[in-house]
């Protein structure tokens, strides 16, 4: 599957941002899909998942409240809104897929085998 990240951009503080991860090339909807971060100088870490069957949430405590990630499998795209933007969001945003992440590695970015190119965000005070 490949997948392409877009929406990033430069905001204020507390603004809102939607974020989008287009997916093609396989049936989307197999996939559990998450977006993870990375901050200048800091690892990638995990920002929030959506799993495919039920569409189970699973969020980072950072953004829990704030961000909600979604998905449509008709359109094959996967959504991050983020409200209440903060300085500390500002990062390049991914998006990941796999089929066979299980619930257990759903937070970590080993348990992915496809990724999107990144989209910036950056969120200034």
């Known amino acids: 599957v490949q997948l392409q990240a877009s929406g990033g951009g430069l905001v204020q503080a507390g603004d809102s941002l939607r974020l989008s991860c287009a997916a093609s090339g396989r049936t989307f909807s197999n996939y559990v899909v998450a977006w993870f971060r990375q901050a200048p100088g800091k690892e990638r870490e995990f920002v929030a998942a959506v799993r495919r069957s039920h569409g189970n949430t699973y969020y980072a405590d950072s953004v829990k409240g704030r961000f909600t990630i979604s998905r449509d499998n008709a359109k094959n795209t996967v959504y991050l809104q983020m409200n209440s933007l903060e300085p500390e969001d500002t990062a390049v945003y991914y998006c990941?897929?796999?089929?066979?992440?299980?619930?257990?590695?759903?937070?970590?970015?080993?348990?992915?085998?496809?990724w999107g190119q990144g989209t910036e965000l950056t969120v200034s005070s």
């Open positions: 990941a897929a796999d089929t066979k992440t299980i619930l257990s590695s759903i937070r970590d970015l080993r348990g992915y085998d496809y």
